[in-house]
């Protein structure tokens, strides 16, 4: 089959690679037909993440058709249209069971690679580094997929393929900011990031109950899908001399009552802690620009709560300090999709919600270098690329 | 199994290793002087009594070893194959788990009387399995020890074990891991 892989920093191709298969008798495999970059493949890409490998293929958020099914699978069959979640379940264990799906404790084959990085390991996930399992990711015609009757959710006649992708993770891990967020009638909540994640938290404060979602970003065209498809208010960064004071006069003095962080280890910023991140990540002395992060702290209310969603390393000058004498609460979490994707599915087959226009470029996977180069520039308003394998 | 090749080599290569350690043991707990080991515990939602059978089945050992080797047994002679090492152990109970040492008293470079007037015998803990029943019977906390360094090995048989027990599958890519054919 063809697929995306990368082959070292910045090196990516499109290449015959061989065809999955059922190995275990709950897997399935899935024929992709729609599959969308992601910001957090950036940071393998460009080479802050360490453990990928040569030939690797990656992307992990996707939907497509069960063409194999093994002899366990009992509640998915051939030919359901389906969208997966990123993070792989297994619905037996402990962390299952509590609903905390992408900490599940026995999907991840490398496992014991990532437990001296993290004391216990999180769950596998497709297509991206070894320690998080070292499938092999969606970024191609076919993709394996285990324990498909925990991991495969059927699309809703009325929803396109298009608007259903996202629900494989942009749409639960910003919904689970979101819930993260407590939100009570009445709240504000300010999203920093107005990536389709961002974006897909705010729709998702908004779909909660938040009365005001105020999205804090620099790129226009993102600000602008924040306030034409989202309905939030928000902030141009760049354009603002201070972000804190910005938040601070829009409440009233208070502050938003939860801040979802959306944006990750390269993070941009103003200031000059931002320069130091940039110099200090130039010269692989800290994996993070974590400017977003420290402002989502100091922005957020006394009492409030704090929703960390982007993908960070090891992150330098983080203000314990503000957290404790603030009475902080720091949420986090890479998303526990099968935990919302009935429900999101639901509000896309009401009209709730919308994600289609977070397909700002569609293109054949035989193009996904190019369409990875144009996402990872922002080039175009680019929100994401799109691909279709076959 | 999923291990990468560079893991696989270095999974043998620490067995052999610790291989090369056999000792003396005195006080017939397999612990004794011999070289440093490491152990890993982990819950797993079974019973204890479904963690030992599974730990006495050789079937199920060979699968938690992997592309590492295979278990086969004949009684409580339990032949662990290595690559091109063969190791011979005995398997032992006790109220809380159970232990596969490997007796070899041809290492044993000056035999000395022991207390029964036999020649002492060089005894090496090769994998030591404790399993603790929670309260309520349903869970069992595992603790697997061995004399290869790290804990790595431990914490991958064990990983491996409780998804094995609490999904009926161990998690694996091969034999299509994710880099390309030749560098499986």
């Known amino acids: ?390 | 199994m999923a291990l990468p090749r560079t893991v696989l080599a270095g999974a043998r290569d620490a067995a052999t290793r610790a291989l090369a350690h056999v000792h003396r043991s005195d006080d017939g707990d397999g612990g004794g002087t011999g070289p440093a080991s490491s152990s890993q515990t982990l819950t797993v939602e079974r019973p204890a009594e479904r963690v030992l059978a599974a730990l006495r089945d050789p079937e199920v050992l060979s699968r938690l070893l992997g592309d590492v080797g295979t278990v086969s047994a004949e009684g409580s002679r339990y032949t662990w194959a290595l690559g091109a090492d063969h190791v011979v152990t005995t398997l032992s109970e006790s109220v809380d788990g159970l232990t596969f040492a490997r007796t070899t008293p041809e290492d044993v470079a000056e035999p000395e009387d022991d207390t029964e007037g036999g020649t002492a015998r060089a005894v090496e803990v090769w994998a030591e399995f404790t399993v603790t029943p929670t309260p309520d019977g349903t869970r069992s906390q595992v603790r697997a020890r061995s004399q290869l360094p790290g804990g790595t090995a431990e914490f991958t048989v064990l990983y491996r074990l409780r998804a094995l027990l609490q999904t009926g599958e161990i998690p694996t890519l091969g034999p299509q891991p994710t880099t390309r054919e030749e560098d499986r």
């Open chain 1, 1 to 390: 089959m063809r697929a995306l892989v990368w082959n070292g920093v910045n090196d990516l191709a499109v290449e015959t690679v061989p065809d999955p298969h059922v190995l275990n008798p709950r897997d399935v495999v899935l024929e992709v037909s729609l599959t969308t970059t992601c910001g957090s493949d950036l940071h393998f890409i460009d080479g802050y993440l360490p453990g990928m490998r040569e030939g690797d293929v990656f992307g992990h958020e996707f939907l497509g058709t069960i063409v194999e099914a093994g002899p366990e699978v009992h509640e998915r069959k051939v030919g359901d249209r389906v969208v997966v979640p990123s993070f792989i379940a297994c619905g037996n264990c402990w962390y299952c069971d509590r609903q905390m799906y992408s900490l599940c404790d026995t999907t991840n084959p490398n496992a014991a690679a990532q437990q001296p990085l993290l004391g216990y390991p999180s769950a596998g996930i497709y297509g991206y580094t070894h320690p998080f399992g070292g499938y092999a990711g969606s970024h191609a015609q076919f993709v394996r997929v285990p324990f498909a009757d925990v991991n495969c959710f059927p699309v809703p006649d009325g929803v396109d393929d298009l608007s259903a992708l996202f629900v494989s993770d942009a749409v639960p891990t910003g919904f689970m900011g979101a819930d993260f967020c407590d939100v009570s009638p009445g709240d504000t909540v300010a999203v920093f990031g107005a990536g389709a994640v961002g974006l897909m938290a705010a729709a998702g404060a908004k779909i909660l109950g938040a009365e005001r979602v105020i999205v804090v970003d620099r790129l226009p065209e993102r600000l602008a899908a924040a306030r034409d498809h989202v309905g939030a208010e928000t902030i141009d960064y760049s354009d603002t001399d201070s972000v804190q004071e910005a938040l601070r006069e829009t409440t009233g003095g208070r502050g938003p009552d939860a801040v979802v962080e959306a944006v990750g280890m390269e993070g941009h910023g103003t200031g000059l802690q931002s320069v130091v991140d940039r110099a200090k990540q130039a010269v692989r002395a800290e994996t993070d620009r974590a400017t977003p992060l420290r402002e989502a702290v100091l922005a957020c209310r006394k009492g409030g709560v704090v929703a960390v969603l982007g993908v960070y390393g090891l992150t330098d000058s983080f203000p314990t300090g503000v957290v404790l004498n603030k009475g902080l609460t720091i949420r986090a979490a890479q998303q526990h999709g099968q935990r919302y994707v009935p429900r999101l599915l639901r509000h896309l087959a009401d009209g709730e919600l919308r994600t289609s226009f977070l397909a700002t470029h569609r293109m054949p996977l035989e193009d996904a270098v190019e369409g990875y180069r144009i996402f990872k520039e922002k080039e175009d308003g680019c929100l994401r690329a799109v691909f279709s394998p076959s």
